[in-house]
């Protein structure tokens, strides 16, 4: 052994046994992966179980709010804004160095019927409707400016696809009231709002061949005539089966080729497909299947590592199994465990297979 060598070795010791433990900060997913953010989505009773609380520090670097800000939450009446579960959030954030997105302006879902309807009922005419996005956009970035790093500005305005239809938007109040052009809209008050925000547009299902060209000819679309976009979130809540990692990479660089960052906004790996409903795991689930989950998240970080030059960010839905939407969705009730972390906040094989992969570079 060289003596420079034993030097160090020395000096790595003297520094273990004189700096106390409580001093080194375990590791985590952030640390293993610092390409991109490992951000996590937490709802408003987070701080209130201390395990999550630490597991967010270890494992994360930027947080969703899984609830908070979306219109029915933060802007449940016309006149009525309502700051204060998402600025709870936001201070967290602060406090533990957290890049917060805003999760989501835009939306057909969880956005009350008011807002796309007049006094008495009737359905708001496109200025109006314009107008009332404009303000609830501009009010909400005005609060939070400086402290949020990116908005999920439109979410889920792409159709499922089926066989015959050519239509590739969904039918939303937004797009009947407004037209195709809400999405452009969207964005640009968004920029006015809050010039320094990264936005994106965020959807599921983006991975799917079909929706992927569509997404494809949309943003496309939104770029050529100069809306100001910046990435592209592909939701994630895909499954032990589906789908393939090659239909993954391929949406990874159709997005990138569009010149947009690529992110992976809302990751969980059910153990169910997507519409069986069968509860076959209630109390605790078998190590066989276990391990099914812990190749398949390997299999998504490998693909997530060798693209770390496109993609910006990975967010899981949700920080342990015990808080994933999956408990309540398809079948309201029926344990999943779609998550790195179990109930009880424990690592679970897919975290060490996660991590293993970093280890052996
Ligand atoms: O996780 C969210 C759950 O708590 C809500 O009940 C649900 C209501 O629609 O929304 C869930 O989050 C969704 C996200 O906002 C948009 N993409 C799909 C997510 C899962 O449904």
Redesign the pocket.
């Known amino acids: 052994m060289k003596s420079s060598t034993i030097v160090v070795l020395l000096l790595l010791a003297l520094n273990v046994m004189f700096c106390p433990w409580s001093m080194v900060q375990a590791q985590g997913l952030k640390d293993y992966y610092d390409d991109f953010l490992i951000g996590v989505a937490l709802g408003r009773n987070f701080a209130m179980d201390e395990q999550v609380v630490k597991l967010v520090k270890q494992h994360f670097n930027s947080v969703t709010p899984?609830?908070e800000m979306k219109w029915e939450v933060i802007h449940p009446k016309p006149d009525q804004y309502a700051f204060e579960k998402m600025d709870a959030l936001v201070e967290f954030a602060r406090q533990n160095n957290l890049k917060v997105i805003g999760?989501?302006l835009t939306w057909h879902?969880?956005t009350p019927r008011w807002v796309f309807e007049n006094q008495d009922g009737s359905p708001l005419n496109r200025e109006a409707l314009l107008a009332r996005m404009q303000e609830h956009i501009q009010t909400v970035l005005t609060h939070y400016k400086g402290k949020i790093w990116g908005y999920d500005v439109v979410?889920e305005a792409l159709v499922d696809p089926s066989g015959e239809s050519e239509e590739i938007l969904r039918d939303s109040p937004y797009r009947k009231i407004i037209g195709d052009d809400f999405i452009e809209h969207s964005f640009r008050f968004a920029r006015e709002a809050d010039p320094d925000a990264e936005l994106y547009y965020n959807d599921?299902n983006m991975a799917n061949p079909q929706k992927r060209d569509n997404a494809v000819k949309l943003l496309q679309g939104l770029l050529a005539k100069g809306t100001p976009i910046d990435g592209v979130g592909l939701?994630g809540?895909w499954n032990i089966y589906d789908p393939s990692i090659e239909d993954i990479e391929a949406a990874i660089i159709a997005y990138h080729n569009l010149g947009l960052k690529v992110m992976v906004t809302?990751l969980d790996v059910s153990l169910y497909k997507f519409d069986d409903h069968r509860n076959l795991y209630p109390e605790s689930v078998p190590d066989s299947m276990l391990a099914v989950q812990a190749e398949r998240y390997a299999a998504l970080f490998t693909l997530f590592q060798k693209h770390h030059d496109k993609i910006t960010r990975i967010t899981f839905?949700g920080p342990t199994d015990r808080y994933s939407?999956l408990n309540n969705?398809p079948a309201r009730g029926r344990a999943n465990y779609p998550m790195l972390f179990d109930r009880q906040g424990a690592p679970k094989p897919a975290y060490d297979a996660v991590i293993r992969l970093r280890e052996k570079e």
């Open positions: 899984e609830n999760h989501t879902s969880q979410n599921y939701q809540h809302e839905w939407w969705f």
